[in-house]
C-alpha cells in the first residue's frame, strides 16, 4: 500500500489547503479528530490527516494499517474517512446536515452545513467500531 504514515509537516499540508473557509474547516476538524482519538495528527501519503491506526487482514489474505480516523480538505469537499462504512450511522446520518457518503468517504462542502455535535458523535462510534473490530489485528 503506497498511503502510508510519513513525517511530513500537518501543519505545512493544512497552510496550502484551498482557500481561507477550506483551511479553516480543516483545523476545525483537526482539532475534532485529535479530541475523540486522544492522537496526534499525522500525515498519511501526502494528502491524508490521520489519528490513530489500526492493522486489517482481510480473508483474502491482503493487509495493512490505515488511520483510525482521518481526513483531507480536497478542492470539492472535505474528505472525511469513517472506517466503520455507514450501515449503522442511518439515523446520524439523518441529522448530519448536508453531506454525501461513498464506502467509507463521508463529503461536506462546509462544516457549517453540517451539525457538528452530530458529526463528532458519528466520529467517535466510527471510532469504537474500528477500535473493537480490529483489536486483535484481524478481520
Known amino acids: 500500500m503506497k498511503t502510508r504514515p510519513n513525517d511530513a509537516s500537518v501543519k ?7 482557500n481561507e473557509r477550506r483551511r479553516g474547516d480543516a483545523l476545525a476538524l483537526l482539532e475534532l479528530m485529535k479530541g ?6 499525522v500525515m498519511w501519503g501526502d494528502s491524508i490527516v490521520g489519528f490513530g491506526s489500526y492493522h486489517y487482514r482481510y480473508a483474502s489474505g491482503r493487509e495493512g494499517d490505515w ?3 482521518g481526513f483531507s480538505p480536497r478542492k470539492h469537499a ?4 469513517i472506517m466503520s462504512g455507514f450501515a449503522k450511522h442511518g439515523e446520524l446520518l439523518s441529522r448530519l446536515g448536508r453531506h454525501r457518503t461513498g ?4 463529503y461536506i462542502k ?19 467500531e474500528v477500535s473493537t473490530r480490529y483489536a486483535g489485528g484481524g478481520s
Do not use: H, Q
Not at 475523540?36 to 495528527?41: A, H, K, Y
Not at 472535505?78 to 474517512?81: E, N
Open 110 to 128: 462546509r462544516l457549517e452545513d453540517v451539525d457538528l455535535n452530530v458529526l463528532r458523535e458519528l466520529v467517535e462510534r466510527s471510532v469504537e
Open 12 to 18: 505545512d499540508f493544512l497552510a496550502k489547503a484551498g
Open 36 to 41: 475523540v482519538t486522544g492522537e496526534e495528527p
Open 103 to 106: 464506502k467509507s468517504c463521508l
Open 78 to 81: 472535505l474528505t472525511l474517512y
Open 67 to 69: 488511520p483510525l480516523a
